[in-house]
């Protein structure tokens, strides 16, 4: 099973953050998954998930 790189909008008013601050970025494999970051900007969270999917890919970036 793969592990997929995902951007999803978190909590903002439980932490204070704005709501432009409220991204974040989660490794999922099946039905187990970790954040990797969170308080994000969603042009910062999708670049980021964009990074680790290069890394998992070995470079190769998925063109579908």
Do not use: K
Not at 35 to 49: N, T
């Amino acid at each position: 099973m793969p592990v997929v790189v995902e951007v999803d909008l978190g909590s903002a008013s439980s932490r204070g953050r704005p709501p432009e601050r409220s991204w974040m970025v989660r490794m999922r494999r099946g039905d187990r998954w970790v954040i990797v970051a969170i308080g994000l900007r969603r042009y910062a969270a999708d670049r980021l998930a964009e990074q680790i999917t290069d890394l998992l890919n070995n470079g190769r970036r998925d063109r579908s």
